[in-house]
C-alpha cells in the first residue's frame, strides 16, 4: 500500500521545491512531480519536511526521588502530535550498575513508544567495567554518544578525571561525549548560601545557577574534550556566557556543538518572580531560565551556525512533584516539558518573526540533529531510501496551548495561553500517518530503535589531526653527559 503526499512544496535543509513525495514500506520511493499512490494525503498551501529530532528527553526517567511523568507512551504521542517523529533519551545507569543491564532496562520502557527513538548513555560513575561496557555499548548496542553530568553533586555528577577519562575512551571508540555544563561544586556551594539566608522559594534556583556556572563548565569541558581528541555536544546551551566559549572554540577549529532549548529561547527570568509558588516551581529546570540578553544571544547562534540543534530536554514532573520542593527550592524536581511545542512554538516565534528561514527551521529541528548523531539520511532528510519520517506543515494553521488539550500526562503547560501560527496537518512516522488532519493516531509500539554508528566523519578528520599532532620524541646524536 502506498501512500502520496501531494500538492505541497518540499522544504529540506538546503532545498525549497514543488513535489509530490511517494511512501512505501516505512520508506520514501519517489520524489517528483505528478505522483499517485493508494492513500493520497491533501498537501496543498503546506511544507513536506523532514520530521522533527528531539536529541535530548528523559522519559520516565528517575530523578530527584522520583520519575518523570511523560513516559515512552504519552511522551512519543506527545512528540508524534507536535511534529516529532523521533527522540533520543538518555540511558541512566545507578551508582555501580553495568552500562549494558541499564541499558536493558531502557529497552524495557521504550516498547510502548510510537515514533522511532534512540539513546544517549550517561556516565554515572567510573570504572573498569564502564570502561569496558562502552566498548561494547559502541560496538554492538548502537549507541555512539555518552552524555556526562558536571552538576547534580552527590548524583549524576562527574568529576573532571573521569570526564577526561571517559572523554579519551570516546575518542577511541569513535563516539560523541555530551555535558550538562554547570559547575556543581559552585551550585552546591549556592544553594547551600541561599538557603542558610532563608531564601528557600523557587527564585532561589534561578540564584543558584548563574550564567557564569555554565559558562565555567562549558569552558572546561570544551578544553578538556580538546586534550582528549573528541568531538564535542554541550546540552541545553542557556546563556551568552556558554554561546561564547562554543562560538570561540569553532572559530578556533575545535568541532563542538551547541543545543538551545526551545524553553530558554521563548520564556524568561521573569517566570521565577510570579507570586505563585506552583507556577514558578512549574517552571525550575536548570540551567533555569534567563533574561532577553540571553535568548537574543541564542537566537543569534542559531542564525550563525554556532548554535546547530533545538531541542527540549523534556523532562516533566507534575504539580504534585514539583511540591517535594515547598520550603526547600533544592528539592523541586528539576525539569520542563515541551516535547509537543517545540516545533510550533519555534516556527511562530523563529520563521513567524524572520529571525530563521523554513529551511534553517529544518536544520536545526531535523536534519543537523542526525547528521551530528550519524543517522542521517536514514533520518532528517527528505530523499528517495530515507525513513519516511515526515510532517505536513499547515503554516496557517493556529491554536492556543492549553495543558487542558495537551497530550503530555502532566497537569499544566510551561507555554500556556501562547498562540502558536504553524503545526502539522499529517505527521508521518516510518510512513504511518500519526496525525491526521491535525487528529493524533498514534499506534502504541510502532517505534523502533535506531541504532546509530561510531566514527562519524569529523571524529576521523579530529584523530586524524590529533595524530599528526601528537607529542613525538626528538632523536638526538651526541647527547652530552649528564652534569650532575
Ligand atoms: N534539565 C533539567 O532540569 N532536568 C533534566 C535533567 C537534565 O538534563 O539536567
Ligand atoms: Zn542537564
Ligand atoms: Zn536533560
Redesign the pocket.
Known sequence: MTTVIKGGTVVTADLTYKADVLVDGGKIIEIGEGLSGDTVLDATGCYVMPGGIDP?T?LE?P?MGTY?SDDFESGTRAALSGGTTMVVD?VLPSPDQSLLQAMDMWHNKSGRASCDYSYHMAITWWGEQVFDDMKTVVQEKGINSFKH?M??KGA?MVNDDEMYASFQRCAELGALPLV?AENGDVVAELQAKLMAAGNDGPEAHAYSRPPEVEGEATNRAIMIADMAGVPLYV??TSCEEAHEAIRRARQNGKRVYGEPLIQHLTLDESEYANPDWDHAARR????PFRNKKHQDSLWAGLAAGSLQVVAT?H?AFTTEQKRYGVGDFTKI????GGLEDRLPMLWTHGVGTGRLTPNEFVAVTSTNIAKILNCYPKKGAVLVGADADLIVWDPEAEKTIMASKQVSAIDYNVFEGKKVKGLPRYTLTRGFVAVEDGTLKAQEGHGEFVKREPFHAVNKALSTWKELTAPRKVERSGIPASGV
Not at 284 to 287: E, G, I, Q, W
Not at 333 to 336: A, D, I
Open positions: 535530548h528523559h526517567m530523578f518523570s538518555f553530568f552538576a547534580y549524576l550538562h546540552v541545553h525550575v529546570m536548570s540551567p530536554d523532562c524536581p528539576n525539569g520542563t
